[in-house]
């Protein structure tokens, strides 16, 4: 009666993986003990270096080229695709686990990793939402350039996974500016999902303080020493949207009163008030104080450095940056301790590129498709079973 119970239990579960039958990682089809993050682990063991040796031998170089030429013109392409290849990374799947008695229930989450489905402009799902439109993934950019280096790739060989391209493009991306090198292993799957609620739900905000964000982090096995590090992405130019939401702070109307007088008024002229209000980034109340500079810009962005490291963690303790989220990370003992290191003229910045190239690794090798999973891409922005037809419509094969 017991085998026949569990057999009823896994079939049972099978069928329930199977009600988004397109894409789930197999993963999410294996039972895993609850709450045990290290049990929804990658499919690392099934990637490899130089995955593409004998099907396009020449796919890194590509990539590292093309990269090469885009750099070379647009400076502040390396943190916009760092940005947007953690995007990719950070969706979390809900599903339910039927236990052995038939009668427990538990939902789950799983971790949906570095898969290119926010580069999809919309999903294989009839009715579905592309991710890139959900409020947090709005300001990402540089999906152009993805896609250029997939056509340069479809000339030579069309194998390579436009979740492949995005984290070997990442990776030199942030190489090609002299920031630190991690090794990136290959074989990655593309989805055929876009997922927009999962978006809107689990991408950090930059409203969330450091309890919140270290409890996302935890969410999927990353530690304090990795949160820090992986936070440190958050340079180039940062949205208006998100900088006036400081100007409003606890929803009251006033600026956050841990931001410098001297910043405060910078990032008025850079990103002066707004008088639509953004439900997830609100405009900030008008300025009753007449010190205040006058805007002398209508940017919709603010400069936030040029490059990782000391300078970032340097610029936390002086209580200059522009996002709230980051400098909450001085606001815990843990991460304030780790911030101190890494700004340090001893050893600081090393220990920074070594624990950020461990994270970006342990980030790229989380959950991916692999395998006989998800597909291979002819266009970075639509599943495969499409067409896009002379006077534009989508077709779906």
Request: charged share 20%; glycine share 6%.
């Amino acid at each position: 009666m017991a085998w026949m119970k569990l057999v009823l239990a896994l079939l049972i579960f099978r069928i329930a993986s199977l009600s988004n039958p397109t894409d789930l990682p197999s993963s999410i089809r294996d039972q895993v003990p609850i709450g045990d993050v290290s049990a929804i682990t990658s499919h690392a063991s099934r990637l490899s270096y130089d995955f593409y040796r004998n099907t396009c031998p020449a796919a890194e170089e590509v990539v590292w080229t093309m990269m090469s030429q885009i750099v070379s013109k647009h400076k502040d392409v390396s943190p916009a695709q760092v940005r947007l290849f953690f995007h990719d990374y950070f969706i979390q799947y809900n599903f339910y686990l039927v236990c052995i008695n038939l009668v427990d229930v538990f939902w789950m989450n799983a971790i949906q990793g570095c898969d290119g489905s926010v580069l999809l402009n919309f999903s294989s799902n009839p009715n579905s939402i592309a991710e890139k439109s959900a409020i947090p993934n709005r300001t990402l950019r540089d999906f152009d350039h993805i896609d250029a280096i997939k056509e340069a790739m479809e000339k030579s060989c069309p194998v390579v996974s436009c979740a492949d391209i995005l984290a070997l493009a990442t990776r030199d991306g942030v190489v090609l500016i002299g920031d630190p090198y991690h090794p990136v292993l290959t074989g990655r799957r593309d989805s055929k999902i876009s997922y927009f609620n999962e978006a809107t739900s689990h991408i950090p905000r930059p409203t969330d303080n450091v309890t919140q964000f270290l409890r996302a982090f935890a969410e999927r096995g990353f530690n304090a020493r990795e949160t820090v590090a992986l936070l440190g992405h958050n340079i180039g130019r940062m949205g208006c949207r998100v900088i006036r939401a400081r100007f409003n702070f606890s929803g009251a109307g006033n600026p956050d009163p841990s931001i410098p007088a001297d910043l405060q008024n910078e990032m008025r002229r850079q990103c002066p008030h707004q008088d639509q209000v953004n439900s997830e980034s609100p405009s900030p109340a008008p300025s009753s104080d007449s010190s205040a500079v006058p805007a002398k810009s209508n940017n919709n962005s603010m400069p936030n450095g040029e490059k990782f490291g000391a300078h970032f963690y340097k610029n936390l303790l002086k209580g200059r940056s522009l996002i709230f989220s980051d400098q909450q990370l001085t606001a815990s003992p843990i991460t304030a301790r780790i911030v101190r290191a890494n700004a340090s003229d001893e050893g600081g910045e090393q220990g920074f590129r070594s624990d950020f190239a461990r994270a970006m690794k342990k980030l790229s090798n989380l959950n991916v498709l692999t395998g006989d999973e998800g597909e291979i891409r002819l266009s970075c922005s639509l599943p495969r079973n499409t067409r896009v037809l002379d006077y534009g419509m989508i077709w779906m094969v």
